[in-house]
Every structure is written in C-alpha cells, then in structure tokens.
C-alpha cells in the first residue's frame, strides 16, 4: 500500500526545536510537491508549508514563516519540517501531504499521511 | 489572506440529501476540492477541481462552484458519511493553501 509516513514528534517545552521527517512508503514521491499541514486539539486543518518536486521553492503560512524550515533529500525520499523557537500554539498532530500531480502542480492534496503530534508546553 | 467560510455543522437524516457551502471572494473564479476527516482519522480528498471525484469516491458526492460560494452535495446520506468537511483552495496572490474552517455532518 503506498503511504506516506511522518516520525519525529514529541513532547516539548517552548523554545525548543523539532525536527519532523515524512518518508513515502512503496512511492518515489520525488516528482511530487509536499506539504506539511497540522491540526491542533479538536481544531480544523491549516496549511504549514509546501516545497517543490527539485527542492527550489518553498511556501510557508504566516504563522510559521522564519521559524520552520521545509527540506526534501531526494536520495532518502524523505521530505522534512525543521521546526525552531517552538510555542504552545504550534501543538498540533502534523501530517505530511502530498500534492496530486507526478511532476506538476494540482493545488490538491491526494495522498496524507497519518499523522505525528507534537506538543508543546511548559 | 484569503478567507473561506463554512457553517459549523449540518444535520441530515439517513437517505437524505447533506448540503455543505463555502464561501469566500469569487471563490467562482478559483479551482475549489473537498476533503472528509472521519474521527481519528486522516482526511481523505473527496471532490478536487470543483467538481471532479477520486476513482474511489461514490457518485454520491459532488461539487459546484459559482459566484461566491463552493457546495459540497452529499445525496442519500449514509451513516458512514458522519464526518468533518473541509474545503480548500491555493491562493495565487499569497502562494498559500487556505482550508475552510470545517463542517461537522451529523447523520440523525
């Protein structure tokens, strides 16, 4: 089954930093775009960032822009979301995403994974 | 930034017909999908383009965009359709991905 897998959350205090990784399961998701997009306790879903297929472009929302950095390694077939100067707001289960479209944009999100929490709090 | 705008909740009896709208700017003018999160689960992408569907999706569900609200139509209503609805969108101008603020659907 071809799934996309995140790992790397936890338990945080405010001010520290996370490192988030998504690996494609039974996909070569490397002609792909891939999101992160999280979604607090009992909250809607909110776009995190985006990186383009060759790793050139990146997006993020406001709310995180500056403090998260969104990375691909091709090689790994791996994409991954450096999170720093954390807050409590960030608490979030944060899914990895992917962008339907081998090698161009769709501006939709076919295939996501399951899901990894980070919690933040002191 | 963009904004789009869902109600809270629908109710709907089984067999019957779920209507959920999301409104924003000539949201007409943009390419609107829809995704359904069952509890505890991960969403899933149900109608993209507007108005296209997965090839898993039932027929049940379909989409139309115009003016400035997007409709989300779910026909005879199962039990297994209790989910949240969220609708969504990249803004050209800001380079962002917007998400609704989601629809409850409760099934009586």
């Known amino acids: 089954e071809v799934q996309l897998v995140e790992s790397g959350g936890g338990f945080l205090q405010p001010g520290g930093s996370l490192r988030l990784s998504c690996t494609a399961s039974?996909?070569?998701?490397?002609?792909?775009?891939v999101h992160w997009v999280r979604q607090g306790p009992g909250k809607g879903l909110v776009w995190v960032s985006r990186i383009t297929s060759d790793g050139r472009s990146t997006s993020y929302a406001d709310s995180v822009k500056g403090r998260f950095t969104i990375s691909r390694d091709k090689a790994k077939n791996t994409v991954y979301l450096q999170m720093n100067s954390l807050r409590v707001e960030d608490t979030a289960v944060y899914y990895c995403?992917?962008?339907?479209?081998?090698?161009?944009?769709?501006?939709?999100?076919?295939?996501w994974g399951r899901g990894t929490l980070v919690t933040v709090s002191s | 930034s963009y904004v789009l705008t869902q109600p809270p909740s629908v109710s709907v009896a089984p067999g019957q017909t779920a209507t959920i709208t999301c409104g924003g700017n000539n949201i007409g003018s943009q390419s609107v999908h829809w995704y359904q999160q069952r509890p505890g689960q991960a969403p899933v992408l149900v109608v993209y383009d507007d108005t296209d569907r997965p090839s898993d999706i039932p027929e049940r569900f379909s989409g139309f965009n115009f003016g400035n609200t997007a409709t989300l139509t779910i026909s005879r209503v199962e039990a297994g359709d209790e989910a949240d609805y969220y609708c969504?969108?990249?803004?050209?101008?800001?380079?962002?991905?917007?998400f609704g603020s989601g629809t409850t659907v409760t099934v009586l």
């Open positions: 995403v992917r962008e339907g479209g081998d090698g161009y944009p769709t501006w939709y999100f076919d295939l």
């Open positions: 969504q969108l990249w803004d050209g101008d800001s380079d962002h991905y917007v």
């Open positions: 039974k996909l070569n998701f490397s002609n792909y775009w």
